[in-house]
């Protein structure tokens, strides 16, 4: 397996891990039943029941917050091993590798997340989401500068929109504004845009990428 099929791997593994331990975990859930648009993403891994959160109270009671935990650890550390095995998606140059700081920032802000569920260590919970919410994004709008294979040029554009689409999300949730989908789906908003540029990429390394791109 080449580098670059390798971290194709790793970064489609972890968009589909992530999106399947936020269904089942949620599905979980009886009393209350969870909301996406309601519940953030973090109340699947929380440890205890209750009332959560002063500035926006909402029930949490995660019965399978273990399994949610070890899916953030997980994800984070499959989204690294891509960074770190390839190169190619990233391009070249100082914003190609200002790009994968970011995402290796990123990657560790899920492993974070997982090992300090937000009513464990509330500090640290917040910290790994601002390197997921702010560095996750800004990656993929400083890596939309960097040179890369013909074959791969359309991520720059990806990347551009994506990151927008991102920071515009962050900048919502923290602020509360939810224009019509909830608080809870606009943090999904500020998530997913990291997950969406890696399964592309990676589909593009698989499908697209000539041998002389290859690692």
């Known amino acids: ?11 489609l593994l972890a968009t589909a891990l992530f999106l399947t331990a936020n269904l089942v975990v949620g599905l979980a859930w009886r009393e209350p039943r969870f909301d996406w648009t309601h519940h953030n993403i973090s109340d699947l891994g929380n440890v205890g029941c209750g009332v959560w959160d002063t500035t926006r109270p909402r029930l949490v009671c995660s019965p399978w917050h273990p399994a949610m935990n070890v899916a953030f ?3 984070g550390l499959l989204l690294a091993a891509g960074v770190l095995v390839g190169r ?19 990657a560790g802000g899920y492993v ?10 509330e500090n640290r919970h917040v910290l790994g989401a601002v390197l ?3 560095l996750g994004n800004c990656g993929l709008l400083v890596g939309a500068r ?18 927008v689409v991102g920071l515009v999300g962050a900048a919502l949730f923290l602020a509360r504004v939810d224009v019509g989908i909830g608080v809870g789906g606009m943090e999904r908003v500020a998530v997913a845009p990291l997950f ?9 390394l698989l499908r697209e990428c000539r041998p002389a791109c290859l690692s």
């Open 1 to 11: 397996m080449t580098r670059d099929r390798l971290t194709a791997s790793c970064w």
């Open 73 to 75: 650890v997980a994800v």
């Open 88 to 106: 190619t998606a990233f391009g070249r140059g100082r914003a190609a590798t200002v790009a994968r700081a970011c995402a290796l920032a990123a």
């Open 112 to 121: 974070l997340a997982g090992v300090c569920p937000a009513d464990v260590d």
């Open 132 to 134: 997921i919410f702010v």
């Open 146 to 163: 960097a040179a890369r294979p013909a074959a791969l040029d359309d991520l720059p554009r990806a990347g551009l929109l994506l990151g």
């Open 196 to 204: 969406g540029w890696v399964s592309w990429a990676a589909l593009r």
